[in-house]
């Protein structure tokens, strides 16, 4: 089947293979979900902090990343389990 689409296309279709160092290859550091939740991949802490009115999201050798400028938001805390 591949055969038949390759020979009647008349586009030049190719592939190729490249050996990779494993160790080269990055990692993911962190998932962030639709809902902006952040899951660590590995041990690395991301942390949320408010400075003058404004998120900002440190995610330790990745990114800093600041949210905006917000008046609006309580702080609550969770009790251990």
């Known amino acids: 089947m591949i055969n038949t689409i390759t020979s009647q296309s008349n ?5 190729t293979t490249e050996i ?15 809902h902006g ?9 991301s942390t949320l902090e408010s400075e003058n ?5 440190q ?3 990745i990114a800093k990343i ?3 400028l917000t008046s609006k938001y309580k702080i609550l805390t969770l009790a251990d389990s």
Not at 11 to 15: E, S
Not at 37 to 45: G, M
């Open 37 to 45: 939740q952040i899951q660590s991949i590995n041990t690395k802490i």
């Open 59 to 61: 995610m330790p050798e």
């Open 11 to 15: 586009k030049l279709l190719a592939t």
């Open 66 to 68: 600041h949210l905006g």
């Open 20 to 34: 990779v160092d494993p160790n080269k290859i990055k990692q993911i550091e962190y998932i962030i979900n639709p």
């Open 53 to 57: 009115k404004e998120f900002i999201v």
